[in-house]
Nanobody
Framework: QVQLEESGGGLVQAGGSLRLSCAAS????????MGWYRQAPGKQRELVAR???????NYADSVKGRFTISRDNAKDTVHLQMNNLKPEDTAVYYC???????????????WGQGTQVTVSS
């Protein structure tokens, strides 16, 4: 099982910045990918950014050029630097991790509890 601890959400004005962090812990063999998803009220949860252990990244088109995802593999921690925030970025942001069980047999997917990001205009 993987536990995810999220931090960094808050309230900012449009054009401002926030940095989200997520640290994985628990009983597992390895983490293959970590990322951030977001969900606004009444809307579908969507991928924001994802980073694989090898360093490849995926971004939603709406955040390219504004958000940057990075990782610290030694600590199984991922960061999302969010710049030039827009009101449409307002959502609950959820950390996600995909990995393998401690014995390497089963894939494991975990979600954080979510952290609120609110961007005012």
């Amino acid at each position: 099982q993987v536990q995810l601890e999220e931090s960094g959400g808050g309230l900012v004005q449009a054009g401002g910045s926030l940095r989200l962090s997520c640290a994985a812990s628990g009983s597992y063999h390895s983490i293959s990918a970590m990322g951030w998803y977001r969900q606004a009220p009444g809307k579908q949860r969507e991928l924001v950014a994802r980073i694989f252990s090898g360093g490849n990244t995926n971004y939603a088109d709406s955040v390219k050029g504004r958000f940057t995802i990075s990782r610290d593999n030694a600590k199984d921690t991922v960061h999302l630097q969010m710049n030039n925030l827009k009101p449409e970025d307002t959502a609950v942001y959820y950390c996600n991790a995909d990995g393998w069980s401690w014995d390497g047999v089963r894939p494991v997917t975990s979600w954080g509890q979510g952290t609120q990001v609110t961007v005012s205009s």
